[in-house]
């Protein structure tokens, strides 16, 4: 954890605020502050109010990581396809990356800070899931070289 190097933390959560104090209570023990908030990263409002709290509480950002993931239920049908999941996913696990990259961007370049995005390219239970996750990687890459 980041926090062990003693960095403070800021935990978002969506739908599981006891994992977030988990993670919360775990970085505080190790010495650090850390508080968790509720938002979606896929909505640029919440994102920007999320940001505007974290600059309140700490005054800068020294890292973000992009962790968000909207998992699909165990496979995609392509007969009786759930568009609307498939749509909330793609906006979790794609516009998620963009909206916080964006909101984080004035900090992160005032700090010399990083953007981590967590990535897969292959994921042998859903095409779905591995399609979405996957395009964390040229949004990565176009991250980085616009820094």
Excluded: Q
């Excluded at 502050?33 to 600059?55: C, G, H, Q, R, T």
């Amino acid at each position: 954890m980041i926090a062990e190097k003693g960095a403070n933390i800021t935990v978002n959560y969506l739908s599981s605020p006891e994992k977030a104090e988990k993670t919360v209570k775990t970085a505080r023990n190790l010495g650090v502050d850390a508080f968790s908030l509720k938002a979606d990263v896929s909505n640029p409002k919440e994102v920007s109010l999320m940001i505007k709290e974290v600059i309140d509480r700490f005054g800068r950002i020294d890292v973000l990581v992009n962790n968000a993931a909207k998992h699909p239920p165990p496979f995609f049908d392509f007969d009786k396809p759930d568009w609307e999941y498939w749509k909330r996913m793609m906006h979790v696990n794609v516009m998620g990356i963009l909206v916080c990259s964006h909101f984080a961007a004035p900090y992160l370049k005032k700090t010399g800070g990083n953007i981590v995005n967590v990535v897969m390219d292959y994921d042998p239970g859903g095409l779905d899931y591995t399609l979405t996750k996957a395009a964390g990687t040229p949004l990565t890459c176009r991250l980085y070289l616009s820094r």
